[in-house]
């Protein structure tokens, strides 16, 4: 994993092993700010005080019991006041699992780092290590900050909790400082980073990034930051809440007026409003959708991509196009020189010399660093550089050899390059030929030229150029791209891919990895920007797009998020940003990636490979389907909550539902809704087809199917509380039957919707079954919660209900629950 190293912070420091002063370390802190990589959070004790007092729930069960206190009901208000402690704990233990994630990661960190200061060793807090300093780091212990080893031998290390990688990486000590003043890119063998262990030698590691600089720092930044932010879906289910609020405190009202109308009293008619009022809250929802969305950023960044903008959680399981680099991403951005071919009357070597004296030696492009390796620019003075861009395609340089002397070397898109050279239509036609032959077996080409000028005016040379020859190189395509291709597009997913190179050099790389058809389909850039331009919303049928420009780039996904289709992009530089910005869903670099692609993008990938794109859909998919599923599971089973609390009492019998069975119901329903589904393990999730492009949560048919389920449980709960109602009243007993087959329908509605696939799924299902029936069946407990035991005939009614319901829910997800 390579990094970019802000050289400016270590400069003068490189065979400086006495470690920086007092001076510097104060000055540097005072710059950078301490190492403080994962920020400490406030009181746990706290935090959980405040989540508690913002739940409803609590304040209902307060008010109550006050009722009932007022009223001298002192039984019913000691066991109200006492289901405040499950509720309390249960607020407190989904408060810690929502923060387990971003707290655990403070367990690999270093607490103290063993640093070099002024010549002598010290032990000192790791918060207090600056960028600069020089720092021991023993076999078996963190690396306290990112850093550069100078030193060591037989290092290997435990990077583990970065990349996911199980086996020990092998560390060695960088060889040379790295040349340039701002920042250079070193290969990820010669860091030291955060959060990883050193497992065997001995390391002398200079530090370079401290703080959140830090990619540990950026992954627990992500983690706790990102929960915070508000997406459209967030922000939809919040108005969906506030509606239903609305709605359920007016019924309440007009079901307390018609209980008093009917006789039963005024502590009747309110505890029939209180007890609509608990059943009807749908906090559930926007607690659920929130802790679904931290998860999503969490388990994205295992995958190795940092979610930047939390909106991207509920996007990149539904993309259906991913638009996406060549260089570094589907291949591995590592140029091999594998043919020379000179021009009549030079040398392979002659070619050389002249391409690496048309490359700038304080670039970092791979290609020019490659020409440098191979040969030595031509002896003189650089009097100028016109520098290659996307509307030239070519490079000069202009070198002084002589007093009144100067040679031009070029080198660039050998179309480019050919139309300014001096040879005749014949030659250039034949030298074409010769580069689309070498492109067509996945070469990437460039042509070289030169002349020599007696006098110079200061402008390019634009004609007369001597041709050189031609170089050709091989950018390697990464392992598992073949792969993760073919299972995207057989997922539905189209991949389109984009690169500055030949269309030929294109086509064999695409045809290589698997894009498109047999022989994908290519367009060169200026052929779609016209196509574009002639053919509004007509459908973009191309697989591969060459010699593409940033603004073509970014015409392409417009077009394409006009046709419907939800996009991916990727980019590393600058001129990615209006592409990245415009897509559903930008994707930066981060090993190559400029700062300014990954400020405007909403996924970072840590490894820069197309590979984990297509894990984060999948991973995307499979969260998408759970919190659906779990969705599903709150509506199939409020609806006969809801319904029976207001319509029982409305047809005028007495109250089903009292608070403190509104409470038990409810210490069922948040944490099967928030942690079993959460867990659902994944079943093929990107082999399913993505039928739908756009936010589409529910369909009608899915509404309609939640709609039978819910009234299938609400006939079923009804009829058995009226029927055990019987002529005497008997309400204990009735009260009982509801409870029983309402539980019972909860578990049958976990079991069919997670299938029974994890142990917590399970436990979901099978234990609030066996709870009410201990608890309806115990006498002395019965008394106390106002129920009475049931009878054989009673429970296997349930229980059969509770198979009826099951059914129905399984045929829901089966058909359509899923996307």
């Given at each position: 994993m390579q990094r970019k190293a802000p050289l400016e912070r270590l400069e003068g420091l490189w065979t400086e092993f006495e470690g920086i002063d007092d001076t510097g370390v104060s000055a540097r802190r005072a710059k950078y700010g301490p190492n403080t990589i994962v920020a400490e959070t406030s009181s746990s004790w706290l935090e959980i005080a405040r989540s508690t007092v913002q739940d409803p729930m609590i304040w209902f069960l307060v008010g109550t019991a006050a009722l009932f206190l007022w009223l001298g009901d002192y039984t019913e208000a000691v066991v109200l006041a006492a289901a405040l402690i499950p509720i309390v704990g249960m607020d407190a233990y989904l408060h810690r699992r929502t923060q387990a994630s971003t707290e655990g990661l403070r367990a690999r960190l270093a607490s103290h780092a063993r640093v070099i200061r002024g010549g002598q060793e010290h032990d000192i807090p790791s918060t207090a290590l600056v960028p600069g300093d020089l720092v021991i780091v023993p076999a078996g212990a963190y690396f306290p900050a990112d850093g550069l080893i100078l030193s060591g031998s037989a290092l290997q290390a435990d990077e583990s909790t970065l990349t996911g990688e199980a086996l020990p990486v092998r560390k060695n000590p960088i060889a040379c400082p790295p040349a340039g003043p701002w920042e250079a890119t070193i290969d990820g063998e010669h860091w030291g980073m955060a959060g990883t262990r050193l497992l065997t030698g001995e390391a002398r590691v200079r530090i370079a990034l401290t703080g959140s600089e830090t990619l540990y720092g950026e992954i627990a930044r992500l983690s706790s930051t990102t929960r915070a932010e508000r997406t459209p879906l967030q922000e939809a289910i919040a108005q969906l809440v506030r509606i239903l609020l609305v709605a359920a405190l007016l019924l309440c009202a007009i079901l307390a007026v018609i209980r008093y109308v009917q006789g039963y009293g005024v502590v009747d008619a309110l505890l029939s409003a209180v007890t609509l009022a608990i059943a009807a809250l749908p906090e559930e929802f926007p607690v659920v959708f929130s802790f679904f969305l931290g998860l999503g950023v969490y388990r994205l960044a295992k995958q190795q991509a940092l979610v930047r903008r939390a909106v991207v959680v509920e996007n990149i399981g539904r993309v259906s196009c991913i638009c996406t680099d060549k260089t570094g991403t589907l291949t591995e951005g590592r140029l091999l020189l594998d043919h020379v071919v000179p021009a009549a009357g030079l040398s392979r070597e002659d070619v050389l010399t002249l391409g690496a004296t048309a490359s700038r030696t304080e670039t970092e492009d791979p290609l020019d660093l490659l020409l440098l390796k191979n040969a030595r620019p031509l002896a003189g003075q650089v009097e100028a550089v016109f520098p290659f861009t996307e509307d030239r395609l070519r490079e000069v340089s202009v070198m002084r050899v002589a007093d009144s002397a100067w040679r031009v070397a070029m080198k660039g898109a050998p179309e480019s390059v050919l139309s300014m050279t001096g040879l005749s239509e014949r030659e250039r036609e034949a030298?074409?030929?010769?580069?689309?032959?070498?492109?067509?077996?996945?070469?990437?080409?460039?042509?070289?030229?030169?002349?020599?000028?007696q006098s110079w005016s200061g402008a390019e040379p634009e004609t007369s150029y001597d041709f050189a020859g031609l170089l050709a190189f091989s950018d390697p395509v990464r392992p598992g791209v073949a792969d993760a291709v073919k299972e995207a597009q057989q997922a539905g997913i189209r991949v389109i891919m984009i690169t500055g190179d030949h269309s030929r050099t294109a086509a064999a790389i695409a045809k290589e990895i698997g894009i498109g058809a047999a022989e994908p389909r290519v367009i060169d850039g200026a052929q779609?920007?016209?196509?574009?331009?002639?053919?509004?919303?007509?459908?973009?049928?191309?697989?591969?797009?060459?010699?593409?420009?940033?603004?073509?780039k970014l015409a392409l996904v417009e077009a394409l998020r006009e046709k419907g289709e939800l996009v991916a992009v990727t980019g590393d530089g600058v001129n990615d940003a209006p592409a990245l910005r415009?897509?559903?869903?930008?994707?930066?670099?981060?090993?190559?990636?400029?700062?300014?692609?990954?400020e405007v993008a909403s996924i970072v990938l840590l490894d820069d490979n197309f590979t984990t794109i297509v894990r984060a859909i999948a991973e995307g998919r499979q969260l998408f389907t759970n919190l659906r599923l779990s969705f599903a599971y709150l509506l199939m089973l409020h609806a006969p909550l809801v319904a029976t609390a207001a319509l029982i009492p409305l047809l005028g019998y007495p109250l089903l539902y009292l608070p403190i069975h509104i409470v038990w119901i409810e210490l069922i329903i948040h944490p099967t809704a928030m942690l079993v589904f959460q867990n659902l393990p994944s079943r093929d999730a990107l082999a399913r087809s993505n039928r739908r492009q756009r936010l589409r949560f529910f369909s009608p048919a899915e509404w309609a199917k939640i709609g039978i389920v819910g009234a299938i449980a609400i006939a079923i709960i009804m009829g058995g509380y009226v029927y055990n109602l019987g002529t005497e009243f008997d309400v204990p007993h009735a009260r009982s039957m509801a409870m029983a087959a309402l539980i019972t329908a909860s578990g049958a509605m976990t079991a069919a919707l997670t299938r029974l696939g994890s142990r917590p799924a399970v436990i979901a299902s099978v234990l609030p079954v066996i709870s009410a029936f201990v608890i309806i069946q115990i006498e002395p407990i019965a008394a106390v919660l106002h129920l009475s035991p049931l009878h054989f005939i009673d429970?296997?009614?349930?229980?059969?209900?509770?198979?009826?319901?099951?059914?129905?829910?399984?045929?829901?997800?089966?058909?359509?629950?899923?996307?």
């Open positions: 030298w074409l030929h010769r580069t689309q032959d070498l492109a067509a077996t996945g070469h990437k080409v460039i042509a070289v030229a030169a002349r020599s000028l779609l920007a016209e196509h574009l331009q002639l053919h509004k919303g007509a459908e973009v049928g191309f697989d591969v797009v060459a010699r593409c420009t940033p603004s073509q415009g897509a559903d869903v930008g994707i930066a670099m981060g090993e190559r990636g400029t700062r300014s692609a990954r429970w296997a009614i349930a229980l059969l209900g509770g198979g009826i319901i099951s059914a129905g829910a399984a045929f829901s997800r089966r058909e359509g629950a899923e996307p």
